[in-house]
C-alpha cells in the first residue's frame, strides 16, 4: 500500500443548497479519459501539455448538420470559412475539402487563403481596414470585395482607373435586426438610407457596379429571428437597387454569428436548450429569402460561419503544476496554461473534465494560469476532488477564437494536434521557442 501524503486539514464552507437531482457537488466528477479514441495520456506523453486538440470528425459532423440545414432548404447555398475564427492552415483546409471557400479581413489571412489553395475568385475581402495595395491584388486576382466605407470606395475606384477595368463589388450593410448593441460599425446602415446613398454614389461614379450585399449582425446569435430581419432587409434593398440601378444582384451573404454549445457565463440554462438549431438558423433566413424576393432569379445564399462549426471540434489539455491554500480555505490550482491561450474565457464557463475519477470529496476550488498576473483565471469557483501534479484537465469548447487571439505573453504559444476521421493524432504546429519570440528582432 502507498503511504498517504500528509496535507494540513482545513475547515471549508461547503454550500449543500447546491445539491440537486444530479446529485451532491461532493461527489461529482466530470471525467474524460479520451478524445475521439485516443487516450488523453497518450496525447500529453507524446505532444507535452498544454497542447490544443482539434477533432475532425466533429469539423465534419458540425460541416453537415448546418450545411444540410441550409442545401435542403435552399438550393444555391456556399460555405465561406471565417478565417479568423480559426486560421490554423490544417484546420482551413479540412473546410476547404468539405467545399468551403475563404472569408477573410486582413491581407495575412488573405495570403494564408491563397497559400492554402484558394482561388482568388474563391475569397471574399471582409473588413473595416483594407490597405489599398492588398485591396488592388484582391481586385486583379478577382476576389469579392465586400466595401465597408466610402475611404474605401474611393480606393476602389482609384484602382479602377489604374487597371482601367470596371469592378464589380457587394456592399456590406448592418441594420436594426432588434439585437442591442448593435453592429452598426462596420459598412452602411439600411435604415437611414446611408447604404441606398453609398449605392447610388457607386453608380454616379460609374467606376464599380454593385453584385452582392453583406451583412454580419453578431457573434454568439441566441435568436434566429435577427436573421429573418436581416435577410428581409437585404431583400428590400436588393428589390430596390435592382430597379433603380439596374443592377444584378447575383448574391446575398449573410454572415456569421451561430451559437456553439458553449456556456456563456451568467446564463444559467444549459446551451443544449438555448442554442438555436441549425434548422431555426436555416428557417429564418431561407423563408424571409422566398418571402421577400422580387426577382425572376433567387440569389446565390453565402455563409461564413466561424464559431458554430470550429467551437465544440476543439479542446485544450493543461496539467496541473502545483496547488496552494488560499486564506478563505479555497485550494488553487496553477495550471500549465490560462489565459494567454483561453481568450474567450472572459465570457464561458468551459466544461472541466478530468483525466480520471479521483478519491475524496470536492471542494472549493479555482482554476489559475501560470501568467505571474492576478487576471490568470480559469475557472473562480469549481467543485473539485484533490487533484495533484500531473492531473490533467480537459477544457472545452475552445475551437474557436482561441488559438488565433491566443497571446505570446510570458509562455510561448502551445503546440496543436489534430485527430483525423481515423483516430491518428499529428502535430499540426509545433509548440513555439525562442527563435519565433525572437524572430525578425535585434
Ligand atoms: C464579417 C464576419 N463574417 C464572419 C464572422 C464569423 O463569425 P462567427 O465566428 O461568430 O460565426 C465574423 C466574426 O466576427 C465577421 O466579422
New binding site residues.
Partial sequence: MSKKIYQKPTINYINFAMASKYGSPLQTQKVRTEIDGVQISELTEKFGSPIFVFSEKTIEEKYHALHNAFSSRYNDVEF?W?Y??NYLNEICKIFHKLGSTA?V?SEFEYQKARANGVEGKDI?F??PYKPKADLKIAVQEGAKI?VDNLFELNDLEEIADELNVKIPVAI?INMDTGVYPA?SR?GFNFESGEAYDAIKRMYDGGKVYLVGL?S?I????LDANPYYMATKAIMHLKAQVENDFNAEIAYI?L?????SKSNLKGIYQSADVIVPTPDAYAEAITNAIYEFNKSEKLPKLYL????????EAGFLLTSVWGYKRFGDGKKGYILDAGVNVLYTSTWYNFNIELDKRYEGENEPSMLNGPLCMNIDIIEEHIMLPPLDRGSVITISPVG??NYTQAMQFIRYKPAVVLIDKDSNAKLIKEVDDLSTVNHKES
Fill in positions: 465561406s471565417s479568423k475564427t472569408e479581413v471574399i471582409n473588413g465586400h456590406r453592429w462596420f453583406h454580419h453578431g457573434t454568439f446569435m451573404d454572415g456569421g454569428g451561430f451559437a461564413e460561419t466561424g464559431r458554430h462549426l470550429i467551437d474557436a477564437y
